[in-house]
């Protein structure tokens, strides 16, 4: 990534450039945005305008995302995600069977009835 006050050089003729002259090229933009795309997390159909690639990621339900439920560091498909911290993430918090407060699952011991 270049830094602020590197020069850029020309990618035809490796010229340096002043950053004043350079402009966006908004046509070239709108083009490149309208190409189609496919979404790149494995399993999902969803093919669209590159436009709409992070709009599209943001609720893709075969996107690898992190548990958040803290401490625990599995990655899981989002579409499963809503399983994962409610019913199967040991890190997910259930209130005591003793004193009714609330604790992660796998700091929980196991009472066996007497």
Same mark, same amino acid.
Request: proline share 9%; with cysteine.
């Given at each position: ?36 795309? *496919? ?7 969803? !093919?669209?305008?590159? #436009?709409?690639?992070?709009?599209? =990621?943001? +609720?893709? $339900? ?16 989002? *579409? ?7 019913? !199967?993430?040991?890190? #997910?918090?259930?209130?005591?069977? =003793?004193? +009714?407060? $609330? ?12």
């Amino acid at each position: 990534m270049r830094q602020e006050g590197e020069p850029l050089p020309c990618p035809v003729d490796r010229q340096t450039l002043n950053r004043e002259d350079i402009f966006p090229d908004k046509a070239t933009e709108r083009k490149i945005l309208s190409l189609i795309i *496919k979404c790149p997390s494995d399993g999902c159909g969803w !093919t669209g305008e590159l #436009r709409y690639k992070e709009t599209h =990621l943001a +609720s893709c $339900p075969f996107r690898d995302v992190p548990c958040t439920n803290e401490n625990c560091q599995v990655t899981l498909k989002r *579409k499963e995600l809503g399983e994962h911290v409610s019913f !199967t993430c040991q890190w #997910r918090i259930v209130p005591c069977e =003793l004193c +009714s407060e $609330p604790h992660p699952m796998c700091q929980m011991e196991v009472t066996v009835n007497r």
